[in-house]
């Protein structure tokens, strides 16, 4: 079973939508409906508040912190429609850089892998993605769009672990996960094979699996209809199979660092972990509930 080893008093005024460690994990993010972002220093067990980030004008939804070797950088994004990054030196934070490309709530965001350089994508309300990129060379910032990705609305967006060809998956109000990649002109399409039907409901998150090395490739969805389904491709085509119907609406996905463990979180505010054994089938191995956490 899974312990509840800390927990911890943000001082968040409203609902808190995420909370994220860095790289090393030294660092905790947390942001809230009261459009702030807070920082603590993490150490021997203990978080330490140490920087409050204000500049959203609206609830913050979600974080995302680059690779160390870019520095300490962090993403959030806002149902006001922006992207801001952040940036620490030498203790101080400052805003890097305001994206405000888009028409709607900005509801995801997420970093490539380093080795593509620094690039962001970001899932938005109006129904586009973008990709931020930072061209070190001019010392700005380069923008791409694809502007028609989900009916309705982009939730989730989520970046291939693999280092050769940017790709991405995302997933929206359309009941859609869909896979994107570059063509030979740089331009971002859809891929053939690459629009996965399952969904009755809207995806709420997406999740590519870190590469363990396999010739297979996973990504994990949740959706409003209750279920996670956990896609494999192993050639050229994508396998769907439901891991789960909850009871509830499913909110998040998250895979482990050796991408053989996911995390489930939904509305029946209960965190469970699923891993896949030697025949292919998901097997729930622990679940705690936010009761427990309260009480442990």
């Given at each position: ?238 396998t769907p199979k439901t891991l789960h119907t909850f009871d509830d609406v499913v909110w ?45």
């Open positions: 079973m899974v312990s509840v080893q800390s927990t911890v008093d943000t001082g968040h005024e409203d609902m808190v939508h995420d909370a994220q460690m860095d790289y090393y994990g030294t660092k905790l993010a947390t942001c809230s409906s009261d459009r702030s972002i807070k920082i603590f220093d993490v150490k021997d067990g203990t978080q330490t508040h140490v920087a409050d980030l204000k500049g959203h004008e609206g609830p913050v939804w979600q974080l995302a912190w680059a690779h160390p070797r870019y520095g300490t950088i962090l993403a959030s994004c806002s149902y006001d429609r922006k992207v801001i990054l952040w940036r620490e030196d030498r203790g101080s934070w400052s805003q890097l850089y305001n994206h405000t490309c888009h028409d709607s709530s900005v509801n995801s965001v997420h970093w490539a892998p380093y080795e593509h350089g620094l690039v962001l994508a970001c899932g938005s309300s109006d129904g586009s993605i973008s990709i931020l990129k930072y061209i070190s060379e001019q010392n700005n910032w380069e923008v791409e769009k694809i502007p028609t990705a989900h009916y309705i609305g982009c939730n989730a967006v989520s970046w291939s672990p693999e280092i050769g060809k940017k790709r991405l998956v995302s997933g929206g109000c359309d009941n859609m996960v869909k896979i994107w990649s570059q063509d030979e002109s740089g331009n971002w399409v859809a891929e053939a094979n690459g629009k996965l039907e399952g969904h009755s409901d809207w995806v709420r998150d997406v999740a590519w699996a870190p590469s363990i090395g396999s010739n297979r490739s996973i990504i994990a969805s949740c959706s409003q209809d209750r279920r996670v389904i956990i896609w494999t491709n192993e050639g050229s085509s994508w998040h996905v998250s895979w482990s660092v050796s991408g053989n463990m996911l995390a489930v979180s939904g509305g029946d505010n209960k965190v469970s972990l699923w891993k896949e054994d030697i025949t292919g089938n998901w097997n729930c191995i622990s679940d705690v509930s936010s009761k427990a956490a309260a009480q442990g």
